[in-house]
């Protein structure tokens, strides 16, 4: 199952939508900041310091065991972790410096620690995700395909990781958030690629087409009690959580995306996608105010 084929957007998109402008425009003056919810632009007063400053600043383990080396030598390569870091950099302020660790884990996992403050992206991470788009890069020669793969988990790391970075700064400035904070920081981390350039859309593309992925192999497993009960939303769910607010962040963009007797190949149900503008538009309006005092000018 996946989004959309990768083409589409790479070559497609020649658009910006409306969230990124809603999170990172407050360009109204030192005291405020914007948040653009439809046509309503609605001013949000400021309560941080101007002098918080921090940023996430990158950094490698020695991988732990040798079947980790390939992932450290890949995120090393494409600087997947910096690129992410410089994304989320200028956008939003953090009050320190955020250590993000690439190490063996033990896990395939990626995690905020509130103890450390401080983000974990695992090697393992990386392996499990690899045979879930190779399954889906089936065009090409075996050159192309492993150089699609890559890009797909470039595009996987930004999704993760900007959804960590979300965990982040609830907790550093306390936000508020009603709500399963897991699908929370989804949101932000929709809202910061699909308010993007065409290539940090097509990060959401790549993150859509991961939980695709998972979700097929959930139905081939089985779905157990356990998922039910995590605090996770299931694997299925958070695909077309994200498929949406991708669509509602552009419905003439992404119209491939809806599924309809027209367009049989599309994969968010129409009675969903009917509202996922107005679900994109509150999503942005809410991260622009809770994040306005933060966000670089
Ligand atoms: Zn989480």
């Not at 905020?112 to 090409?140: H, M, S």
Request: glycine share 10%.
């Amino acid at each position: 199952m996946t989004a959309a084929r990768s083409s589409y957007v790479r070559t497609g998109a020649a658009l910006v939508g409306a969230a990124l402008t809603a999170v990172s425009g407050c360009s109204t003056g030192s005291d405020e900041a914007t948040a653009r919810t439809g046509d309503a632009v609605r001013p949000v007063r400021a309560t941080a310091s101007p002098s918080v400053s921090g940023s996430l600043v990158v950094s490698y383990e020695k991988p732990k065991k040798a079947a980790d080396r390939q992932a450290e030598a890949f995120l090393r390569r494409t600087k997947a972790l910096e690129g992410v870091a410089s994304y989320a950099d200028a956008i939003i302020r953090l009050p320190y410096d955020v250590p993000l660790r690439a190490k063996s884990c033990g896990e395939a996992n990626a995690f905020w620690n509130p103890e450390t403050k401080d983000i974990t992206y695992c090697y393992e991470f990386v392996d499990a995700l690899r045979p879930i788009y190779e399954k889906q890069e089936t065009e090409g020669g075996a050159g192309q395909r492993a150089a699609a793969v890559e890009q797909d988990l470039i595009g996987l790391t930004n999704g993760v990781l900007l959804h960590e970075l979300g965990h982040g700064l609830i907790a550093m400035y306390d936000l508020p958030a009603t709500g399963e904070e897991e699908d929370a920081v989804d949101q932000l981390s929709a809202l910061l690629l699909a308010g993007g350039d065409d290539e940090h859309q097509q990060y959401a593309i790549d993150t859509i087409n991961a939980w695709g992925g998972l979700a097929e192999a959930d139905a081939a497993g089985g779905v157990t009690d356990d998922a039910y009960a995590d605090e996770h939303s299931l694997d299925i769910q958070r695909f077309y959580n994200w498929s949406c607010w991708l669509y509602g962040s552009d419905p003439a963009a992404y119209k491939e995306i809806v599924r309809s007797d027209g367009n049989p190949d599309g994969v968010l149900p129409e009675e969903r996608a009917e509202r996922c503008p107005d679900e994109y538009a509150k999503i942005a309006h809410a991260w622009g105010t809770l994040l306005g005092p933060y966000l670089r000018t």
